[in-house]
């Protein structure tokens, strides 16, 4: 059983909108993943997730746009102590894009991804820090057919973790 309800309201001048949707979410009978030891499938009655999500967009002038999104999600295994793995209560993002000419774009995202519990068979239960990871692009039209396009993921090299032992990639050009 799911309901969510949402407002969104675009801006008058047209430059840009905003989206607030809050959402609940009921589940009976969830086939869940329990690292153990030993690991195995457990089924929990009845999981409750409720939260808020957010999201808009601005163009500041014709050459520079802001974006961005946060969710805060809250996560309960009715009648037990245990927490549902790889549900961080907050994430948010946002993107700065810059058009220097017809030919030019640039961009700037941002992530932000809230502390998770987690779980495997070497570690039992564990906590995820939180982490912040940023990513830069540009593009250039060569031609009307041709376009050159770059980026670096992670700029900033942040060390974090996906999942217990699973190290997130570290800075990358393409």
Known sequence: RSFDVGVTKYFEDARGWIDVTAFYNQFFDLIDFD?????RLVNRSEVVTYGVEASGEIDLTDRLG???????????ILGSPDELRSRPRWQAGGRAAYKASAEARFALNALYVGARSDSSIPTGDVTLDDYIRFDASASWRITERAELRGSVTNVLDTKYEDAVGF??????AY
Not at 35 to 39: L, Q, T
Not at 66 to 76: G, V
Not at 167 to 172: E, M, S, V
Request: glycine share 18%.
């Open 35 to 39: 690292a153990g030891p030993p690991p």
């Open 66 to 76: 802001l974006s961005a999104f946060f969710t805060w999600l809250e996560a309960d």
């Open 167 to 172: 190290r997130g990639d570290g800075i990358g």
